[in-house]
């Protein structure tokens, strides 16, 4: 993409703005969300041929997507519009022993787009998964594998970037005893970029963690997370290789029928290794904190509202803290329409090296099974970006209209 400078300070680390674009593509791309529970009636989502054994099924499907874009490059100045065709065919192969022992899933799909004026971004990505659960007495073994291509453009901390790559696995036991629950795991998450002014930012991340839930009260549970990490790998040019300790204590509960919550507060402290190229400190730590809340107002809607605050690590300095505001809303009209709403706010509190900002972003859409087997949807969305850069900030407003068939 020709509009990243190559700017020593500006450069952000992968850790961070991926981060930022798994959040956005959370609030942007995921379809319209139903209310947890929609009213009954005899509609029911199906497909147009049931391809399936006893323990056997084949999914496959088709999204083509239209949507129009204001500004492309998410630019201050550079305020280039256009319309975008995306193609996103698809399958999912499922294996149920039926007995509650074993659940494969193995999926599939590429997604293309193509910009009707700017034809340098036309891109393909492929999306591969599969995991495999195995329930053994009271214990539960998953394996997973996922790789990913992200070829859309996201913005993070400094500016516009495009085109990378994750190829993620792990393992984890979870296990289920009369008054506590939890879970062991081991996940890696291996990066790799498109474009050469990241090359020396590919990396490995590996997560070992343990956690669990007491069951203390009648629908209450004490929550304990305990993680270890590491990030190497990277081109000691361009970052130092570190590892970190996370430790977290919380409660999950319901106070009411209609009412959710979780809420879990610990720190982060990481430790970078030594680099007389980069001038980083020893170590950091800063507070954790995250908070969902969900509300079934009715049989057909939900109000769910987040706060997320995190040190983030960052590559001129140390961390920054973010903190992260989001309100969404689902409402079921019956079982074959349904509409939703969400929208955030985020504050970047930096180091005295790197910038602030501020984000704030919303979207309304709306969904309808116009066959039981095919699919309407259609959202608006906008956001915009304020910093004490102001070459970075944008307004960006997006209009996209799909369709779903499930074969």
Not at 160 to 174: D, E, M, R, T, W
Not at 200 to 223: C, M, N, S
Not at 237 to 245: G, P
Not at 264 to 287: A, T, W
Request: net charge negative; glycine share 8%.
């Amino acid at each position: 993409m020709h509009r990243i400078e190559d700017g020593g300070d500006l450069l952000m680390t992968s850790k961070a703005w991926m981060s930022a674009a798994a959040l956005a593509l959370c609030a942007y791309s995921a379809p319209v969300a139903r209310a947890e529970a929609a009213p009954a009636d005899d509609w029911k989502q199906g497909r147009l041929f049931d391809i399936h054994t006893d323990k056997l099924s084949l999914k496959p499907y088709l999204t083509e997507e239209i949507g129009y874009n204001t500004n492309v490059y998410l630019s201050e100045t550079d305020t280039n519009d256009d319309f975008i065709i995306v193609t996103r065919p698809g399958f999912d192969i499922e294996y149920d022993s039926k007995d509650g022992g074993t659940l494969a899933k193995v999926g599939y799909y590429f997604r293309s787009m193509v910009y009707f004026d700017f034809n340098d971004l036309n891109e393909v990505e492929n999306h591969v998964s599969a995991s495999v659960d195995q329930r053994l007495g009271k214990f539960k073994l998953d394996a997973f594998f996922k790789y990913d291509q992200q070829k859309t453009i996201v913005d993070y901390q400094a500016f516009p970037i495009q085109g990378y790559s994750v190829l993620n696995f792990g393992a984890k036991a979870v296990y289920d005893f009369n008054a506590f629950d939890g879970e062991v795991g081991f996940e890696r998450k291996g990066y790799t970029y498109d474009e050469s002014v990241y090359s020396g930012y590919e990396h490995d991340e590996d997560r070992v963690w343990v956690q669990g839930a007491y069951h203390a009260w009648d629908k209450t549970d004490l929550l304990l997370e305990f993680a270890w990490g590491q990030s190497s790998g990277y081109d000691a040019d361009a970052h130092n290789d570190s590892t970190y300790v996370e430790f977290l204590v919380g409660v999950k509960g319901r106070p009411t029928a209609k009412v959710g919550v979780q809420a879990k507060i610990g720190f982060r402290s990481e430790n970078y290794d030594e680099s007389p190229l980069i001038p980083y400190e020893d170590d950091y730590s800063g507070l954790i904190v995250r908070i969902a809340a969900t509300w079934d107002a009715s049989d057909r809607d939900r109000v769910t509202l987040g706060f997320l605050r995190e040190p983030v690590p960052s590559l001129s300095s140390n961390y920054y803290t973010t903190n992260r505001f989001t309100l969404d809303y689902a409402h079921a009209f019956d079982n074959r329409m349904r509409a939703s709403a969400g929208l955030y706010y985020e504050m970047a509190s930096e180091s005295d090296q790197v910038d602030d900002y501020t984000r704030f972003g919303f979207m309304i859409g709306a969904g309808y099974d116009l066959l039981a087997w095919l699919t309407l949807d259609g959202r608006y969305e906008y956001a915009t970006k304020s910093g004490d850069i102001s070459a970075y900030d944008y307004d960006v407003h997006r209009i996209v209209l799909s369709v779903t068939a499930r074969f």
